[in-house]
């Protein structure tokens, strides 16, 4: 495994451009620029108004993308204190983010369970092998029509209640997203 880099950057919304630590942690593999410009292209660029849950939050990348291009509530959860503390400096330089983001040191699973939430960002550590508890613990924390982002280190198919949006296999990650199916449809 490489060394991650020390620091990665937002690349859209109203902090574009503002950089976000990478602390040297194990299993910490932020969510590169590609990846996440092409989610935040599936999903629309605009998401004023979402509840959104980065429940294995890390250097915070894909939560702050989040609320950088509008999201009203963003619930960053990570377990690592360190990781934590870096997100909250982050917090604390960024015009307005504390009202928007909170940051949480503890459980995705008991974070998961507090929904529910418009869009719920997963990705855990790949060797901890979290993909499959993690998917059955997120769909229940949708709301009707609600997103589920998934990175992992294979393809996975649609959960039951989930449909698959999207799926693009970017070196050794495949990033998948998948919609609430509408039950009376």
Do not use: C
């Amino acid at each position: 495994m490489t060394r991650p880099p020390g620091e990665v950057r937002i690349i859209g919304g109203q902090w574009r451009r503002s950089k976000l630590p990478v602390l040297d942690l194990p299993g910490l593999r932020p969510t590169g620029d590609r990846l996440r410009e092409t989610l935040f292209n599936w999903l629309g660029q605009d998401l004023t108004g979402w509840r959104v849950l980065d429940a294995f939050a890390g250097t915070g990348a894909l939560g702050l993308e989040a609320a950088s291009r509008g999201a009203q509530a963003v619930r960053l959860v990570e377990r690592d204190s360190r990781a934590a503390a870096s997100l909250r400096q982050v917090l604390a330089r960024l015009p307005g983010a504390s009202e928007r983001v909170k940051v949480d040191t503890g459980d995705a699973f008991a974070a998961l369970g507090q929904g529910p939430f418009d869009l719920v960002l997963l990705d855990p550590p790949f060797e901890a092998e979290l993909f499959d508890r993690a998917l059955a613990a997120a769909v229940p924390a949708l709301s009707a029509g609600g997103w589920l982002y998934l990175e992992a280190p294979r393809e996975f198919s649609a959960p039951a209640g989930l449909r698959r949006h999207r799926h693009l296999k970017a070196g050794l990650t495949h990033a998948h997203l998948f919609q609430l199916e509408n039950p009376g449809a």
